[in-house]
């Protein structure tokens, strides 16, 4: 990984973010929007603790339906170092978080890489999530091994032109399902503590669009084709239209009964043992955090 010239996600802009930003806009300072306890992640992520959310500011695709639009296009919040990064996972283990979960993690893999392992030389102890988008760079992944306890990816697309078309990135299925094989060989399937907590592991996300099913039905063929039937999937239902979603037809609107019973139906006859459905209609409302960033 090298942020002189970085090449550390799936973009390589080469641009020297210490003077240049790139496609992210990250520099080489580490930015965060919101330090939290957060309790609406799968079951075995957030139990009654809360996760130990970090989330980054900045991204490096450009979705439409982004529902932290704020956050990952216009990069709200504030640039720590990575003492302050490595101090906040500790603080969030005195929290009593079941873990530290990284949110859209990607473009900070160079300076999480340094804090993870300083924090853990100050007694950091509970699981590390890499909580990401999917569109990852193997070679940065490798770079992670041994640090991250459970890889929970979005498998968002089945094709390329539907990843074009909306988050504006020509390879993502190319790009993704090595990425996901490179998770699944580091942390194999999930392990669950005697609370039901995850402690290793990989959990595969995929957001449900509306007038897209076919889209969500090929996903779940790559899941079977490709991995374990013990790792876990969890499908979220919990689409709305936001951001510059709103001015497109097709997916202005939240997914339907009928839509979402569909999914249901191929994930039993796919046979898709481990995981998670989300109930239809539940959902966060947009999120944007009051930026006093108390937590940070």
């Known amino acids: 990984m090298n942020i002189n010239k970085c090449d550390i996600c799936p973009h390589e802009c080469k641009v020297n973010r210490k003077n240049q930003i790139g496609r992210c806009k990250a520099t080489d300072k580490v930015k965060i929007a919101l330090s939290s306890l957060h309790f609406f992640e799968e079951p075995c992520i957030s139990g009654k603790n809360g996760s130990g959310t970090i989330f980054f500011s900045n991204c490096n695709l450009r979705c439409v339906f982004c529902q932290n639009h704020k956050i990952s ?25 079941n873990n530290i979960n990284l ?62 078309k909306y988050s504006g990135i020509k390879n993502y299925y190319d790009i993704c399902l090595p990425a996901i094989k490179e998770m699944y060989r580091q942390v194999g399937t999930p392990k669950l503590n005697e609370n039901g907590i995850i ?3 990989l959990i595969i996300r995929h957001l449900i669009l509306p007038n897209n099913i076919e889209n969500t039905k090929r996903v779940i063929d790559s899941i079977k084709l490709n991995f374990s039937n ?28 009928e839509e979402y019973e569909e999914i249901e139906n191929y994930i039993f006859e796919k046979n898709i043992e481990n995981g998670y459905m989300q109930d239809l209609g539940k959902h966060e409302e947009e999120y944007v955090p009051e930026f006093n960033l108390s937590g940070v």
């Open 199 to 201: 402690e290793k592991g």
């Open 73 to 97: 296009h216009e990069g709200y919040g504030v640039e720590v170092n990575v003492e302050r990064l490595a101090e906040i996972m500790i603080e969030q283990q005195k929290n009593n978080a």
């Open 103 to 164: 949110v859209s993690p990607t473009i900070y893999a160079y300076q999480i890489k340094q804090a993870i392992i300083l924090a853990k030389q100050n007694g950091l102890k509970i699981p590390i999530i890499y909580n990401s988008s999917g569109y990852e760079k193997v070679e940065t992944l490798k770079e992670l091994e041994g640090l991250i306890d459970v890889y929970l990816p979005d498998f968002k697309y089945s094709n390329n032109e539907i990843a074009l």
């Open 230 to 257: 013990d790792i876990y999937v969890s499908m979220m239902a919990q689409y709305f239209p936001t951001y510059k979603a709103k001015e497109i037809p097709e997916i202005n609107r939240k997914i339907s009964k």
